[in-house]
């Protein structure tokens, strides 16, 4: 499966090289878990790097 890394390194550590490619994934969390920021995060690098 590919995979698009996010850009935030543990993040890509522990999913094995970042989100799945052409598949919807689910991000949930309490309030201040981080969505939110890691929503951010990877949008900011994809427009850095892409």
Request: hydrophobic letters at 30%; glycine letters at 20%; proline letters at 4%.
């Amino acid at each position: 499966m590919q995979k698009s890394p996010t850009g935030i390194k543990g993040f890509d550590e522990i999913t094995e090289g970042g989100l799945p490619r052409s598949r919807i994934t689910l991000i949930s969390g309490g309030t201040g878990s981080g969505k939110t920021l890691l929503g951010i995060d990877f949008l900011v690098n994809g427009v850095i790097q892409y």
